[in-house]
Every structure is written in structure tokens, then in C-alpha cells.
């Protein structure tokens, strides 16, 4: 069974630097490409960012480039987002997603997600 | 950026009703669209993608459709356990996008 299970979330400053991690389990984490998915209290999904098998290729959403960095251990079975200069607007519930096929980003595993507040 | 509609934005319905929520993309996606269901607490759960095709496990009383621009979910007989958020995304460019949701809520 694959299991996803998110980790990291705090209430941080605006300005300061969280880290998030995702431990996968119950397939081999290096044949998938991964990304984080975020939901903010009273809005949609937002994807944020997504990583390749190989962690060769990173892709990010306009609201995150720059500030944002998707990584992954595959000797670990481990997904990160490092998120610095964190605003307001980033509040929100992050959760890891799998992609199920070569080619196409569309997810069909998801962790339960952490809890991500910034505020003063 | 490839702009995703839901629409309507909540839609209510009662068991047993068929229930038809619509996504619309701002420029064509070749029918590269999944459709997502969300409940409260919970993680999503991918029900369709291309369109058409169901996810493993999911139920046949969902079918998506669509081309181009205009694509749609339809819960042919609503159960209790169908209430909740869906999402569009379309996954044809970068970045990826999602639509802003339908709450399907009991009438």
C-alpha cells in the first residue's frame, strides 16, 4: 500500500524558513516523479511544485519561484520543500502527490498533508 | 498561465439526483484534465484523468467528458458518501493548474 506521510509544518514569521518533508512507502519512490499541492484555509488546490524521477527536472509555480526549492533523497524514500521569505499567502495545508505515469503530471497518491501558518 | 473555471461554484442536490459540475480551461488542453474529490480532513482523491478515464476502485456512476476548452464530471446517482469539493486540473502545461472547486452539497 502506499503510504505518504508528510512532515515539517509550524507557525513561522513572515520572512523566515520552513522545511517540509514527505516519507514515502509501499513503492519504489524512484520510478515516480513527485510534487507538493497545497490547500489555503477557504480556497482550492494550488500545485506548487513538482520534481522528476531523478530530481534532474523542477518545475514551480509563479507564487513560489525563487523562494521555493523542491528536492528528494531516493536512498531515503524522502521528498523535501524548502521554503524561505515566507508570506501570509503561504498558509496553508501542503500535501506530497504522486504522479502515476511517465509524461503526464496528474497525482493519484496524496499524504494527509502538514500544516503550514505563517504569521507574526 | 492556463485559467481553470468550476462552475457552479456550489451545487446542490439531493440522493439519488444526478449531479453535472463543469470546468472550463482559457485556452485548449486536449482533453488533458483530471478531476479530483476532496473531503473535509481528508487528502484528495484523483477519480478521472484524460478526461474519461477512471481511477482504480472509483465507483462507474462517474464519467467525465469533454474536449477542448469545456469538460465535465457527472455523478449519475448521488450517494451520501459523494458529497464534497471536486477539482479540475489540466496537466497540458506548465504550470499546472487547478480550478477553484464545486462543493456538491445536499439539498
Known amino acids: 500500500e502506499v503510504q505518504l506521510l508528510e512532515s515539517g509544518g509550524d507557525l513561522v514569521h513572515p520572512g523566515g524558513s520552513l522545511r517540509l518533508s514527505c516519507a514515502a512507502s509501499g513503492f519504489t519512490f524512484s520510478n515516480y516523479a513527485m510534487a507538493w499541492v497545497r490547500r489555503a484555509p477557504g480556497k482550492g488546490l494550488e500545485w506548487v511544485s513538482a520534481?522528476?524521477?531523478?530530481?534532474?527536472?523542477?518545475y514551480y509555480g509563479d507564487s513560489v519561484t525563487g523562494r521555493f526549492t523542491i528536492s528528494r533523497d531516493n536512498s531515503e524514500n524522502t521528498l523535501f520543500l524548502h521554503m524561505d521569505s515566507l508570506r501570509a499567502e503561504d498558509t496553508a495545508i501542503y500535501f506530497c502527490?504522486?504522479?502515476?505515469?511517465?509524461?503526464?503530471?496528474?497525482?493519484?497518491?496524496w499524504g494527509q498533508g502538514t500544516l503550514v501558518t505563517v504569521s507574526s | 498561465e492556463i485559467v481553470m473555471t468550476q462552475s457552479p461554484a456550489t451545487l446542490s442536490v439531493s440522493p439519488g439526483e444526478r449531479a453535472t459540475l463543469s470546468c472550463r480551461a482559457s485556452q485548449n488542453i486536449g482533453s488533458i484534465l483530471a478531476w479530483y474529490q476532496q473531503k473535509p480532513g481528508q487528502a484528495p482523491r484523483l477519480l478521472i484523468s484524460?478526461?474519461?478515464t477512471r481511477a482504480p476502485g472509483i465507483p462507474a456512476r462517474f464519467s467525465g467528458s469533454g474536449s477542448g476548452t469545456d469538460y465535465t464530471l457527472t455523478i449519475s446517482s448521488l450517494q451520501s458518501e459523494d458529497f464534497a469539493v471536486y477539482y479540475c486540473?489540466?496537466?497540458?502545461?506548465?504550470?499546472?493548474?487547478f480550478g477553484g472547486g464545486t462543493k456538491v452539497e445536499i439539498k
Open positions: 502527490a504522486k504522479r502515476p505515469v511517465p509524461t503526464y503530471y496528474y497525482f493519484d497518491d
Open positions: 486540473q489540466q496537466y497540458n502545461n506548465w504550470p499546472l493548474t
Open positions: 520534481i522528476s524521477e531523478s530530481g534532474d527536472h523542477t
Open positions: 484524460g478526461t474519461s
